[in-house]
């Protein structure tokens, strides 16, 4: 069938078939694996494959946290914007940026830092279980280290996925130092749109099953 005769949902379908294919055979664990390749369906970029990284039983972790109601952070309003809507809803979960808040502009104007970081500290309030999805600001990263080392915050999960060329690397490692559940893409690769893949492909894992996570 030519391809733009298609539904949407068999593009989708067919696209995650090709992934598989090209994968060559290659597994990850079951929880994993939709993650991977809705991020690869994303990116179209296979190296992800060998970059994400899960620690601490990551996905479980962010299941269990999405089963309970979690507040979803993002550090843009691009990555918000990405996260299913609909499948929040289903679970009574919800998802937020604060970086345009005036309250955070002030906070950050006040320290002489970056909203990324004074976004964070504003999470420290968030009740519940929180999952904090990182795709762009890897200061955002460097302070939640810094919160959970001191205490003040205890995510679920961390997805650290920011992009560039000036503290990424450094950011994701710091990240992985902590005992935490992360899902990290090792190296300079992510983004906005990385993150609200990640998020998604757990979504769905609960919301839709026997579809394309």
Known sequence: MDSKEMAPGDIERRSFEI???ELGGRTFPPLEEPVVKRVIHTTADFSYADSLVFTHD???CALDALRAGATVLTDTNMALAGISKPALAKLGCKAVCYMADPDVAAAARAAGT???VASMDKACGIEGPLIVAV???PTALLRLAELMDAGKIAPALVVGV???FVNVVEAKEELLARRVPAIV???RKGGSTVAAAIMNALLYQITRPGGPK
């Open 185 to 187: 893409a090792r190296g």
């Open 162 to 164: 920011p992009v560039g």
């Open 135 to 137: 795709g762009n600001a």
């Open 114 to 116: 970056t909203r990324a």
């Open 19 to 21: 992934i598989t294919e």
């Open 58 to 60: 990551a996905a479980h």
